[in-house]
């Protein structure tokens, strides 16, 4: 395996965040370890919080196996895009359990309701006006006490964030609340819990993964610490994902891929610049307007908008072109193809779709959506109305 050497940065800065204490994994890390993990924080009375897709699951019944002696309560909630009605009820269901900590298994959706539900519990709220009233203005939010241990079952990076995002499918709108103390205390990659997501779903939270690493290493300036972590996640996850769920695949390819999505934004640790960075991340924001309006998994909007995005950012920013050829050159060396040729097979071979007008999105929508991306990403009306213009140019490619 060869990765290309970045250009050398002129200066930049390594950040520690204050979030996440301990990534624990491998196989059976779960079972084996999550037991220890709760003792260290003297917890007793634990929530267990899944989807209803694995409720059953030989994995979830393991786990409650592990913590006998305790006080587990499991919830089996779905909550795609996580509205804020879920959070108002699981909140008021988890409120009379004084729960010492919340173990969340599943997607990116189960681990941001864990920590919504977190976040309202230190506020002492419940009701979905309370609860969209301080998505709205979070700047003063308590400080959140309940520890979360978080087990991934899919790529989409949820589990290593300091943020969750909720949405209120009426007007349509998508929040976003970021705060430290909102990260996941523990997070568990045990590929052992791979077996039961369907095979769309991981293939596209893989292709979520490549797009964390690759839009932000295409428009972030050189950095040794967070161009290495990125270039690497992107050439494991094209190395490992597209045989990770073969019938004759062991664990490792699966575990590969999880430390790749976490690799891709490598928190606690962040390499930032010292000059503050311009560009606009299309691909990553578009996924707030996609799901808001048309209740498309986050998956599937990487899938529709990084290649358009990239393809855009090579035309329009040819200053970034260098960054770009950094992957190319990567994927041609250890793949024996180019950027859009490796990203384009994986999308193929798993049959995902990959067009907005496949997704469901009209084409009369288009330039509405362009307004609200530009109109959430702008401080002026002059910015709104450039940002509103590229986005329209990626959407009509995209659709």
């Given at each position: 395996?060869?990765?290309?050497?970045?250009?050398?940065?002129?200066?930049?800065?390594?950040?520690?965040?204050?979030?996440?204490?301990?990534?624990?994994?491998?196989?059976?890390?779960?079972?084996?370890?999550?037991?220890?993990?709760?003792?260290?924080?003297?917890?007793?009375?634990?929530?267990?919080?899944?989807?209803?897709?694995?409720?059953?699951?030989?994995?979830?019944?393991?786990?409650?196996?592990?913590?006998?002696?305790?006080?587990?309560?499991?919830?089996?909630i779905s909550c795609q895009h996580v509205p804020i009605k879920t959070i108002s009820e699981t909140t008021e269901t988890i409120a009379n359990?004084?729960?010492?900590?919340?173990?969340?298994?599943?997607?990116?959706?189960?681990?941001?309701?864990?920590?919504?539900?977190?976040?309202?519990l230190a506020n002492n709220i419940s009701s979905e006006r309370e609860i969209t009233q301080l998505l709205r203005d979070y700047t003063d939010?308590?400080?959140?006490?309940?520890?979360?241990?978080?087990?991934?079952?899919?790529?989409?990076?949820?589990?290593?964030?300091?943020?969750?995002?909720?949405?209120?499918?009426?007007?349509?709108?998508?929040?976003?609340?970021?705060?430290?103390?909102?990260?996941?205390?523990?997070?568990?990659?045990?590929?052992?819990?791979?077996?039961?997501?369907?095979?769309?779903?991981?293939?596209?939270?893989?292709?979520?993964?490549l797009d964390h690493a690759i839009e932000v290493f295409v428009l972030s300036e050189p950095n040794i610490v967070g161009d290495l972590f990125?270039?690497?996640?992107?050439?494991?996850?094209?190395?490992?994902?597209?045989?990770?769920?073969?019938?004759?695949?062991?664990?490792?390819?699966?575990?590969?891929?999880?430390?790749?999505?976490?690799?891709?934004?490598?928190?606690?640790?962040?390499?930032?610049?010292?000059?503050?960075?311009?560009?606009?991340?299309?691909?990553?924001?578009?996924?707030?307007?996609?799901?808001?309006?048309?209740?498309?998994?986050?998956?599937?909007?990487?899938?529709?908008?990084?290649?358009?995005?990239?393809?855009?950012?090579?035309?329009?920013?040819?200053?970034?072109?260098?960054?770009?050829?950094?992957?190319?050159?990567?994927?041609?060396?250890?793949?024996?193809?180019?950027?859009?040729?490796?990203?384009?097979?994986?999308?193929?071979?798993?049959?995902?779709?990959?067009?907005?007008?496949?997704?469901?999105?009209?084409?009369?929508?288009?330039?509405?959506?362009?307004?609200?991306?530009?109109?959430?990403?702008?401080?002026?009306?002059?910015?709104?109305?450039?940002?509103?213009?590229?986005?329209?140019?990626?959407?009509?490619?995209?659709?």
């Open positions: 395996m060869k990765l290309p050497i970045p250009e050398s940065p002129i200066s930049g800065m390594i950040q520690f965040l204050p979030t996440i204490q301990n990534i624990i994994y491998g196989e059976s890390t779960v079972v084996d370890q999550l037991r220890n993990n709760i003792d260290q924080i003297q917890a007793s009375t634990i929530v267990i919080l899944t989807p209803e897709s694995i409720a059953g699951s030989t994995n979830i019944i393991k786990v409650l196996r592990a913590l006998e002696g305790l006080n587990p309560a499991h919830l089996a359990i004084y729960p010492d900590v919340i173990i969340a298994i599943g997607g990116g959706s189960t681990i941001d309701l864990a920590k919504a539900v977190r976040m309202c939010i308590n400080e959140i006490s309940i520890p979360q241990i978080s087990v991934p079952t899919t790529l989409s990076g949820s589990e290593y964030t300091r943020s969750f995002s909720a949405t209120d499918f009426n007007i349509p709108r998508k929040y976003s609340v970021t705060a430290s103390s909102l990260s996941s205390r523990s997070i568990f990659y045990d590929p052992a819990f791979i077996v039961d997501t369907p095979r769309k779903l991981w293939m596209s939270s893989g292709f979520m993964a990125k270039l690497e996640a992107v050439n494991t996850l094209l190395t490992w994902l597209p045989t990770s769920l073969d019938s004759e695949s062991d664990l490792r390819a699966k575990l590969h891929c999880q430390m790749a999505a976490w690799m891709a934004d490598h928190s606690p640790i962040r390499s930032r610049p010292f000059s503050s960075n311009s560009h606009t991340l299309f691909s990553h924001g578009l996924a707030y307007e996609l799901g808001a309006y048309y209740n498309i998994p986050y998956g599937l909007t990487a899938c529709a908008t990084l290649i358009p995005c990239l393809k855009f950012y090579e035309h329009e920013l040819p200053n970034i072109n260098p960054r770009i050829q950094s992957l190319n050159a990567l994927c041609q060396s250890n793949h024996g193809k180019n950027l859009y040729e490796a990203l384009t097979e994986i999308l193929d071979t798993n049959q995902i779709n990959t067009r907005l007008s496949d997704l469901g999105v009209p084409k009369s929508d288009l330039a509405s959506l362009a307004n609200a991306f530009g109109t959430r990403n702008s401080g002026s009306e002059n910015a709104i109305q450039d940002i509103e213009k590229m986005c329209l140019q990626i959407l009509i490619d995209a659709w």
